[in-house]
């Protein structure tokens, strides 16, 4: 189970500078979807707040996915907690297969996952967010992008809940990818494994100089389906 002492740190180029990845059918998108992107970026959101849009989504239902974002995204409270968009996954979706505020994706190659909003299964709320292997895969991701320059030396702190179910050893995995100017550092929680309830895993790292953003979510790196609910980010206290 991931614990704060439990991180590990890697250098990774993988991950992209804006920490969108997306999937063949996402980049086949046309028309409407192509609309709302564009939208999206005059109202300059972070990267996760531009979704995979279905091209037979209505502009009606795009109004309620902006002001979701608008609202949601990247605001900083007094107690140094920092507003992620949906981060218990409760909002509903504006179209199938898509979670507002998150980001899907998976390693390259064979479609082996299944990503859903599980209305059975919560640790907090009414819902939670499920992620299945049902072929074999390197990894399958989730991820939300969070903008947060100007913070370079405070220490920044993910949380959230996590459930497993017959996952594999390499695990069920929390993961805080730092963006910066100088280059990108991932950091995972220990892997959950085996069939587990939910229990917290924490992330804290220092952010380094040149800090642009921050990616938050989790991989499943084996077989097996995984559980996550309460996502939480903060800028935590000195000491």
Known sequence: MGGVGDVKA?????VPRHGVILCADARRVRGDAARARAAIDRASLCENCRPYVPARLSRMKLL?????????GCARHDDGEIALVNPGFEAAPVAAAWVPGWTFSRHVGTDAY???VDDEVAAEGQKSLRMRRYAVQV???LSQHV?????????????????????????????????ASTG??????????????????????????GVEA?????????????WIDDVRLRLAPAG
């Open 10 to 14: 890697k250098e990774t180029k993988q």
């Open 64 to 72: 309620p996915l902006l002001c979701l974002a608008l609202l949601a």
């Open 114 to 116: 299944e990503f859903a």
């Open 139 to 141: 990894y399958g991701a």
């Open 147 to 179: 903008a947060l320059a100007g913070h370079a030396g405070e220490t920044i702190e993910l949380s959230a809940r996590l459930k497993t179910k017959e996952v594999g050893a390499r695990g069920w995995v929390l993961v805080l990818t730092v963006i």
């Open 184 to 209: 990108n550092q991932q950091f995972r929680a220990a892997p959950m494994t085996g069939t587990q309830e939910f229990a917290e895993t924490k992330i804290r790292a220092k952010l380094p100089e």
């Open 214 to 226: 921050v990616d938050v979510g989790a991989l499943l790196r084996d077989a097996g389906t995984g």
